[in-house]
């Protein structure tokens, strides 16, 4: 994904991280301002760094066997996967 140059693709950026708000730790420590600075670049830089290297607690093992745990209610969906 490239910087943003306008004021429009600010507006995009920001709406695509709302949208991921869920998924991403902190995701409001990582909004921007109409106006794209230096200080704005390097966190686009830190976010697309964080989005590229998921937390994991440990690698799989190929060939191991996954459990998928889910709890679903009317407005929630969590969902864990282990391994023995």
């Known amino acids: ?11 995009r950026l ?4 709302g949208g991921l708000t869920r998924f991403i730790s902190r995701a409001g420590d990582r909004s921007f301002p109409f106006e794209w600075t230096p200080e704005c670049e390097k966190s686009f830089q830190e976010l697309k ?6 937390q994991l607690l440990a690698l799989p ?3 191991e066997v996954l459990h998928l745990y889910l709890a679903i209610l009317e407005s929630v969906l969590s969902s864990v996967l282990i391994t023995e």
């Open 61 to 63: 093992v190929m060939g």
């Open 49 to 54: 760094a964080y989005l590229q290297s998921p």
């Open 1 to 11: 994904m490239q910087s943003p140059h306008t004021q429009r693709e600010v507006e």
């Open 14 to 17: 920001t709406g695509r991280i």
